[in-house]
């Protein structure tokens, strides 16, 4: 166990960001709601998986929605007192923690605004290992660990309880109801018990969160070169550097669909790379041959900076590394690549780790 | 008290069509769900409002969505015992009886088969007297009844519990759902004690329904002429009788629209008239005078058997005969014009009771 202040989730949110993988949402606002929450309440306490009784009642908390809208319509203290107490009494359990579903993107900021107002920790595991776009993806499904019952409120006072046959079912019926309240309401969903996030969950993801967001933030203070420290505290592949030529963008059914391409220069000058995206980037290619899919992250940073840059964040001259970071291992398993894998995105490509391809890749 | 068979079922059917003004869809599939249920599981108990205890916990069950997937989506036994233990589970209370909520139309019967399969009695009492397109729109929200806790299931055993701050948000958030889960679900809402029935419910409507019915179906066997017995049974208001012309038909936002265009017959020779409806009928005017509006009843029969004419069975040549019926006197109030008067459909005129636009009317 430790705490969680103001400091810590400056730097959890930068690496949420990385983790994202160019979806999920800007952690920026949800950063703001978590500090806010810790100033007026109190420092959070973050649990290690292991120090969870197997027998505790585990409670995630995310937001369900577009993260844009979140600038607009403020999460209160009342949703996250309701979402509780619905569960709570739901369930007849008492919360032993909180957790977040989603380590990347602004679901890995708002458990902790809702853990320093309800006074309870948080346990130091998620889902997903990065952010996907819909509710089913989560580790916990090819358990077959039902989302349901899953709690949802609104800021206004709405709430609904869901409980459904499969967790596809879940996304199709919260997903409407979100869409009714406004486009974004605050959820409680896969409440299970610990030895499930024990089995399950993806471990310590919070703490590599932080990790990297502490490694982007001191990019440039250690001994070597800012990019070779870049590359060795994220564990990065390499793929391309470039500058950003041209950016397509299509929003379908409340997603964001889109292309970006880019323009080599330094080592890369005289190629081509592309990356496509479903809120989160879905494929990269260099000269046509792939170099990455889903569920491989698959990031784009500010060259300068190494300051992940979000899809919707894309820009016409912006310069910029693209790499690939490897994913949670059981994504990797044939039940996770038939919830996450290229062909779920309509991507017409066998799943090959990153870290295979990028040793045969391009420019290898 | 008294018990409900198949022969009753039959008349509060053919009443109900009548009470649904247009609307409420079809009651023959509900006829069939609810007969099915009789058969296999034995009659019901209608208790009159006076019989249930103040405290006495009361559950309406209705449809929501299109009456006409019914016929594709089949309702079984597992839907009312769903709903049944939901409600009781959350409210932490035993059910004492079904109640409908609406009396015209296909949700007139559905609460017969819920009552048949769970064993339990009806109370003789609804909060339209009518059909209405919206949740909302019935007497005890005008009591400041809340519609929620509401529970919602479809036929494959999704469900889900909804708290709303008011009955419209219950209607959005409901109606999203409804949409998502294939166009039609079961839902129990508005759950109250005997006491607010008591208040605000409209008294006696099942068994208004089924003198209805059997009117129509012994209009021939009277003494006078069927005309003159069908009006003194039904005690409506004759506005037109004329063959159709025309019939205009837009859907727009999962309601039907449109308009009936009915030249005169005999004594209507040389005179026009014509119905706008949003599934019930809002409006009927003869010459261009309007002689009835919601909340009002206008109802269109058939010339020669008086069977109710539902909108969507409205048709080029039918000969008809137009006719007006009081509302539930609660809908005639400020309160009641707010939520149910032609306004609140767009319709843009003063509502004037029937009887007295019929007095002052284009052919008086």
Redesign the interface.
Known sequence: MRKIGVKEIEDIALGAALLGAGGGGDPYVGKLIACNAIAECGEVSLLSVDEVPDDAFIVPIAMMGAPTVLAEKAIGNGEYRRLHDMVSRFFGREIYAFMPMEAGGVNSMLPFAAAARLGLPIVDADGMGRAFPELQMVTFTMAGVSATPMALTDE??????????TNK?TE??A???T???GGSVSISLYCMDGKIVKQYGVRDIVTRSERLGRAIRTVKQGAGAPEDNFFAATEGFKMFRGKIVDVLRETRGAFNFGKVILEGIGEYKGHVAHAEFQNENLLAAVDGTILATTPDLICIVDSETFTPVPTDALKYGKRVLMLGLKCFETWRSPAGLELVGPRYFGVDTDYIPVEERVKGGALA
Do not use: E, H, P, Y
Request: hydrophobic share 45%; net charge positive.
């Open positions: 206004k006072g709405n709430t609904a309880i869901f409980q459904t046959i079912w199709d019926l997903r409407a109801v869409m009714s309240c």
